[in-house]
Every structure is written in structure tokens, then in C-alpha cells.
């Protein structure tokens, strides 16, 4: 059964940086494009980044663009989110998630908090 674990989440200053980890077990890691998502209290979750299973093209919202960095190590069946010059904006439960080509995103994390205060 596949199962998604993040962490690294945490308080933070307007400005600081934290990184996200999400560790994979139970499929074929990379077979699989990743993705991570946050949802902020009242709001709807929505898209952050993205990797692909192959060649490891990547995708970001227009609100993280050039603040924040997603990557994969295979050999470890995890997917990180190096954040940067963060906002109060980006506090969220942000997730991780896996999906093959085609099918949408189909495995999912439980969550982090991810608190940025001003």
C-alpha cells in the first residue's frame, strides 16, 4: 500500500527559509510525478510545484516562482520543497502528492504545518 509521510514543517519568520521532505513507500517512486499542495484555513487546496517522473521538468504557481524549489532523490523515494524568503501568505498544511501519467494525483500525504509569522 503506498503511503506518503512529509515533514519539516515548523514555525518561521517572515524572510527564513524551511525544507519539506516527503518520503515515499509502498510503489514505484520513480515511476511517478510528484507534486506538493497546501491549503490554508478557509481556503481551497491549491497547486504549489510539481517534478515529473522523467526527465524531472518542473512546474510552480505564480505565487512561489523563484522562492521555492522542488527535487527528487530516487535512491530515496523522496521528494523535497526547499522554501525561501517565505510569507506570512504561505502558511498552510501543505501536502505531497503521487501521481502516474494520465491518472492524476492518486496517493496522498497526511500533511504538514507549515506557520510563517510577520
Known amino acids: 500500500q503506498a503511503q506518503l509521510d512529509e515533514s519539516g514543517g515548523g514555525l518561521v519568520q517572515a524572510g527564513g527559509s524551511l525544507r519539506l521532505s516527503c518520503a515515499a513507500s509502498?510503489?514505484?517512486?520513480?515511476?511517478?510525478?510528484l507534486g506538493w499542495f497546501r491549503q490554508a484555513p478557509g481556503l481551497e487546496r491549491e497547486f504549489v510545484a510539481s517534478?515529473?517522473?522523467?526527465?524531472?521538468?518542473?512546474t510552480y504557481a505564480d505565487s512561489v516562482k523563484g522562492r521555492f524549489t522542488i527535487s527528487r532523490d530516487n535512491a530515496k523515494n523522496t521528494v523535497y520543497l526547499q522554501m525561501n524568503s517565505l510569507k506570512p501568505e504561505d502558511t498552510a498544511v501543505y501536502y505531497c502528492?503521487?501521481?502516474?501519467?494520465?491518472?492524476?494525483?492518486?496517493?496522498w500525504g497526511q500533511g504538514t504545518q507549515v506557520t510563517v509569522s510577520s
Open positions: 509502498g510503489l514505484r517512486f520513480s515511476s511517478y510525478s
Open positions: 502528492a503521487a501521481g502516474l501519467t494520465g491518472f492524476g494525483y492518486r496517493h
Open positions: 517534478i515529473r517522473w522523467t526527465g524531472g521538468s518542473t
